[in-house]
């Protein structure tokens, strides 16, 4: 544990948006501002990019009522980046850019919103301030709709999103129900390598308006069984509905999304660009069914949809936000806030500490056990893990009926 | 007008679905089951063919606490159908099969809750049996999403799925806003030939937080037009988020979805199917730009999200219902219900009567004056006309934090 320390915090957040990460930010935000050790209060602009490049947003000029409403804002209010940082002990550069900025600027609480990617960096820059002397304590902050951090119950964002795709799958399921005809849907959800997302479809299942088939990652998945599959639930239904991961990987480990796609973009992190899956895979089918297909990819509205957000879910964040800046305060530096839960006589959950190196990289994949024998669905206790992160509705003002979304000034502290 | 009569009445439901077609067919239900003239209650399993094949659901045995879900729930919960009569100077037998249904059972009203075609073939059933002596009224509910029928302000299921577009790229535009990089997003939204969908993005530049470009396929699309006007978007702003209906036309009169896609299946009404029209736009704004490109297509859920259905649009489409069967118990037939509405000293709207031969098969598109001279935006008169129907938020009751929709159990009544 570090001493306690009196100067500057900054908060930045980065990788993929979520319906309630500007909660987290918000809970960090507040608690900063009524801590009499922090001294200033400064975003990141476009996360760790912004503190390379010495851009930091004065949050102590926003006002409050728009502060506010960031706990119902969906994406990164204080813009978000995919920058990697280096291997210190091959290039430092950018190490000792950052520390220059925390030293300029007094910075001795540094909060980082984001997944694996983000607590990787919060981790290296924690390390190198401690080797350099340089007395800053660093906290995560867990965000991520892909729920695969380590060392949490689950991960603040995960549970908007999955009440967004159950009732999504439920809608498309009263949509592809109506007609006198057969038709086949495959509806593509985010997630690379775990399958908490696609998973969260069970959930429409509950009602009896949800999908039919459910592929996940972890298992591998054989184009022909999942041909066989579907074309036994359409000959008794006449119709199917399918929910996949945009992840799935065949026995050697190829993404399905990459047959027939030479060449594909990798992003910063190494990561290939998924899209396309669910019309690939609804034209396999039509070609043995002949049935009418429909492909359905929910793209970027199943991590911003924060209209219909999860309030257990965006209250969560903002504990998280709360609790990261508690600790740091405290002397706590190095770690991640995480969620401890219970769900035994209802559902409780409280935060707790993780240390960051354990978090860094590790990707969470959902237990074997909760996959059924059929690899096509999930069993009761992916229900019962999922169910009670998704309760209660959200909060969010209304104005001309439509959302009623933070808008944040932004402004920059001129440059030392 | 015909006389009053005493009978049995058959509603049903044709075409694609919608958030409130159902709040229609209630407002019809419960009007029908108190109306001493109308002597039993059946729905039409699939619309007309339900009709054709003498399957007819005996709602009077549909719990009424289910019933009254159906104001709630997405969808046609009575099954559609796109069957299209044949001409009936061409081949009369599917009209005699209809007649000798409605003999069989005593109809002597029937509701047909639909669009464009369906209000066709209300209008050729109403004129058969009007031309064959048997007495029954007929009158037509409106129901589309693309808000193109004639002789009325506004469709029932058009405001639901305007809200769920203009909600839905609000939270697209923040979630595309957060990098430091840039991107360019490209959102395809229905409509075949009217704009009305599409247009209905203008909500969300209210906030600040909608598209910067929006075509319709009201005016000609010009390839070279839009690649030049999004890259002047993006030289500026850095992104670009970018609202097309999928049935833009070139100067020529073909679909830009077309190009490239030859043999492209039609359906029964020879529509030809739409999609991959956002990623196609986005490879080639890509090779204008070199900028990061998405397309999303929001497919099928921007018509069946009731979830953040509009309260005023299910409110007048229960009317609507209710007014059919008010209407048609009057003596009224061959008429569609249309909407009057006032935009002045604040919004009110009232159901009126609309010939069915005025309606069949016009298609209503946006006014020239709405669009912008640039061809890429609407105009404030749009916004004028939209906005009041989105108000008020749905009471869709939940359960388990997920929407508990209808369950009806739809029992077929013996044939006869």
């Known amino acids: 544990m570090n001493k306690k320390l009196v100067g500057a915090c900054i908060i930045g957040q980065s990788g993929g948006p979520s319906s309630v990460i500007n909660s987290s930010v918000l809970g960090a935000i507040k608690t900063a501002l009524n801590a009499k050790e922090i001294t200033r209060v400064y975003g990141a602009n476009h996360g760790i990019v912004g503190v390379l490049n010495e851009e930091l947003i004065d949050l102590e000029l926003e ?3 728009e502060l506010d409403l960031l706990r119902f804002t969906p994406s990164s209010a204080l813009g978000s980046c995919r920058h990697k940082l280096k291997d210190p002990n091959v290039d430092d550069s950018e190490y000792l850019k950052i520390l220059e900025t925390f030293k300029k600027y007094d910075v001795r609480y540094f909060f980082y919103n ?5 607590m990787d ?3 290296k820059i924690s390390k190198f301030c401690l080797e350099h002397g340089y007395e800053c304590n660093v906290i995560g902050i867990p965000k991520t709709i892909d729920n695969d951090l380590y060392g949490t119950d689950h991960c603040p964002g995960y549970a908007s999103s999955a009440k967004y795709i159950a009732t999504s799958l439920m809608e498309i399921y009263l949509d592809t129900n109506v007609y006198d005809y057969g038709n086949i849907t495959v509806v593509e959800i985010m997630g690379r390598n775990a399958g908490w997302l696609a998973g969260a479809s069970c959930l429409a299942q509950i009602s009896g308006f949800g999908p039919d088939l459910i592929y996940l990652p972890e298992v591998p998945f054989i184009l022909e069984d999942f041909v066989d599959q579907v074309y036994e639930v359409y000959k008794k239904r006449g119709k199917a509905l399918i929910a996949v991961s945009e992840g799935i990987k065949d026995l050697d480990g190829i993404y399905v999304s990459e047959y027939g796609q030479q060449g594909k973009e990798k ?4 990561h290939v660009q998924m899209g396309g899956l669910a019309t690939y895979l609804a034209q396999i089918i039509k070609v043995k069914t002949g049935a009418k ?7 970027l509205l199943q991590r911003c949809s924060a ?5 257990t879910d965006y209250d969560e964040a903002y504990m998280a936000g709360e609790a990261a800046v508690v600790a740091a305060i405290n002397g706590e530096t190095d770690k991640m806030v995480g969620f401890e839960c219970s769900r035994e006589n209802g559902y409780t959950c409280k935060t707790k500490l993780v240390p960051l190196s354990e978090v860094a990289n590790v990707e969470v994949k959902v237990p074997a056990a909760w996959i ?4 096509n669905g999930v069993t009761q206790d992916f229900i019962d893990y999922l169910l009670p992160l998704i309760q209660g509705e959200t909060e969010l003002p209304k104005e001309n009926g439509l ?3 933070a808008k944040l000034k932004k402004i920059l502290v001129d440059k030392k």
């Open 403 to 405: 959302p009623r979304f």
């Open 267 to 270: 992003d910063n992190f190494g």
């Open 372 to 375: 059924n024998e059929a690899h």
């Open 307 to 311: 209209h219909i957000a999860s309030k």
């Open 114 to 118: 984001g997944g694996n990617d983000s």
């Open 293 to 299: 297909v429909r492909g359905i990819e929910l793209s």
């Open 121 to 123: 960096t919060c981790n």
């Open 63 to 65: 006002d409050i009522n």
